[in-house]
């Protein structure tokens, strides 16, 4: 069992940044895979990104968001981290962290079975 708290949301300007954090209570964090998926207004919710339980190295969905979000974790904090930069009107949504156990960077949200109860973010013009 795991649980996940999401925070770092909030309403910035468009070039602003966010931090976003997800914490995570429960054992073997390390075992996890972990990801960050966004839903928007009238959308289905979609994948970020991901980060391996195998590496460090993380998966973006979108060219849209990499090389402006880091998805980074911290084993030794149980945490999870999406990074956002240069962020965009069109980054406003609802952000979820999720996990599965030994899973791989599947985009597919029925892949993973614990998941946080969202944080927003809202950028303005």
């Known amino acids: 069992q795991l649980q996940l708290v999401e925070s770092g949301g909030g309403a910035v300007q468009a070039g602003d940044s966010l931090r976003l954090s997800c914490i995570a209570s429960?054992?073997?964090?390390?075992?996890?895979?972990l990801a960050w998926f966004r839903q928007a207004p009238q959308k289905e919710r979609e994948l970020v990104g991901a980060i391996s339980w195998q590496s460090s190295r993380a998966y973006y969905r979108s060219s849209s968001v990499e090389g402006r979000f880091t998805i980074s974790r911290d084993n030794s904090k149980n945490v999870v981290y999406l990074q956002m930069n240069n962020l965009s009107v069109e980054d406003t949504a609802d952000y979820y962290c999720a996990a599965d156990r030994y899973g791989s960077t599947s985009p597919l949200v029925n892949q993973y079975a614990y998941w946080g109860q969202g944080t927003q973010v809202v950028v303005s013009a």
């Open positions: 429960g054992r073997d964090f390390g075992t996890y895979t």
